[in-house]
């Protein structure tokens, strides 16, 4: 699956196609606005407030702003698993732009379209025989792509995959919630999960699911990519200032990134 972009490169390439304005359910932030200094920003397109929103002029996508501050990053429930231990202070010293949803199957066909993207892996999803190039399912999110795949996007976007910490911090906000939306155990109104749908739903369904930044589909409808490779123990020793994740000749050998 392909995470929502984040922190914004500056640059980037882009293509001669037209993205197509996209309408997302309004999802207010829940955390009190603060001014962030544009020095601050770590995507170069100037500071904000928190959950102010901006749209790519290249794949259509709504941004929004996640102020710098500090968070508690790592499992807080009692079904954390123990790569999410142990959870500690993080601070983000820079604020970022992150995009608010998925990306969608007609924003990644924008970038196959300009030759900077491969195809995904399968056209198909769990219960679609034709999905990423049928038109009922362009508002839908991507599957079937690598972390090279999401990496690519995001350049040719003009943005880059957000870390964990910065993806983490975009979810949770500062007030120690274990959801996006806060403590309370999720319902079907919060997230496609547990297989209630036993498919993907269109990115932004859950307006009641949002961050306490606004942004959308942070849990649940399909795994998302980081920047980070992945590390089993890392979290044991990670810093608490940006943190970002292991060295790639280290995460090699466990053979996966994250």
Not at 179 to 190: E, I, L
Not at 247 to 258: C, K
């Given at each position: ?96 732009w ?6 969608t ?16 892996r ?16 362009a ?19 003009g ?19 274990i ?12 997230a ?50 940006d943190p970002?994740?292991p ?12």
């Open positions: 699956a392909l995470s929502a972009c984040g922190g914004g490169g500056g640059g980037g390439g882009g293509s001669d196609a037209e993205p197509t304005a996209r309408s997302f359910p309004t999802a207010a932030p829940t955390v009190t606005p603060l001014p962030v200094a544009a020095t601050q920003d770590a995507g170069g397109g100037g500071g904000g407030t928190a959950g102010q929103a901006q749209t790519s002029p290249i794949d259509g996508m709504v941004q929004i702003y996640v102020p710098a501050g500090s968070f508690r990053m790592g499992g807080l429930d009692e079904g954390g698993a123990p790569d999410e231990e142990p959870d500690r202070q993080v601070t983000m010293s820079r604020g970022y992150i995009d608010k949803v998925e990306v199957n007609a924003m990644y066909m924008l970038c196959v379209n300009a030759g900077a993207c491969n195809p995904p399968t056209f198909s999803s769990a219960s679609r025989p034709m999905y990423f190039n049928d038109t009922q399912f508002n839908y999110p991507v599957i079937g792509v690598t972390w090279d795949d999401a990496s690519d996007y995001c350049a040719w976007a943005r880059r995959l957000p870390s964990e910490a910065e993806w983490e911090y975009a979810a949770r906000g500062t007030d120690y919630r959801y996006p939306w806060g403590s309370d155990n999720p319902t079907a109104q919060h496609n999960y547990n297989f209630q749908v036993r498919d993907t739903m269109p990115v932004g369904s859950y307006p009641l699911g949002a961050s306490p930044f606004g942004a959308l589909d942070m849990a649940g409808n399909v795994w998302e990519w980081v920047q980070d490779y992945y590390g089993q123990d890392f979290y044991a020793i990670a810093g608490n200032v970002i994740g060295l790639a000749a280290v995460s090699a050998l466990h053979g996966e990134r994250r």
